[in-house]
């Protein structure tokens, strides 16, 4: 038997069509596949773009990973038949689903951010209001240990002292502008979160902006001193400029908003399905 012979005589999405692991399947793994006419009593031929039947059973047609699923007709449908295509919510798929999963996946990253930002302007804030009542008791304890672990005791402008003497000789209103800017930019990787999160465009431009600024010191910091902590953030932050100034065609670039709102609508409804009919 031919292969074309096989794929008509196989229940449809069983033959001549490979599925390798894609946004829509991640989505189907976590909701659940998305059909349509499980509670209809009759199926006309004009909807076999979503539902099909064959040998007894209904194969239904997933929305959104375009996977036939076979069940058996309702037992007590509640409408004759499918609903009109303007009444079917149709998932995210395609380019759209895909964008979802990147950009919140670059939200999560700055929501990491915001929270280990704010924390430090929190520590900064407190350090300054409470340096005098704190700086006693952190040398004597300083001290002792480093006199308990065969150090000198005292004072020498090297080491953890040296450091922790500089920071509580620091002025107060060096101290307060360190937490404010902290404050500054833990907001801007706040905002930056929610936007993408939302799937804003504003948020789009944002980020790539806040992300390529902050290349320049990143480069700087490398070619001081070279760590596995220092070249991931860079890598990370190299792909999330790259992936917003091409993918999402920023300033103009692979046609700009005009291309990206056409590909927006091929993704979109149930043109979407028509455009892509699995199976044979």
Known sequence: ?????????????TAGR???????????????HHLIGRDTARIRPEDAMVVRERDGLRWHRCLRCDGWIPLPPPEAPVREYLPEPHEVDVPLRGKLLRDRYVLRLI???????????????????AFAHERQALSDPFFRVMDALQAA??????????GILGEAEKLFNARATTLWLVGAVLVAYAVLEGVEAVGLWLARRWAEYLTFVATAVLLVPEIYELTHKVSVLKILTLLINLA?????????????LRGGGRAEEHERTLDTGWSALERVLPGP
């Open 1 to 13: 038997m031919t292969e074309p012979e096989e794929q008509l005589l196989a229940p449809p999405g």
């Open 149 to 158: 672990l065969g150090g000198r005791s005292g004072s020498s402008g090297e």
């Open 240 to 252: 999330v400029v790259v992936y917003l100034l091409f993918a999402k065609r920023l300033f103009g």
């Open 18 to 32: 490979k599925r390798w692991l894609t946004y829509e399947l991640l989505g189907c793994a976590r909701h659940g």
């Open 107 to 125: 939200a999560l990253d700055r929501l990491l951010h915001f929270v280990v930002l704010a924390a430090l302007a929190v520590a900064v804030f």
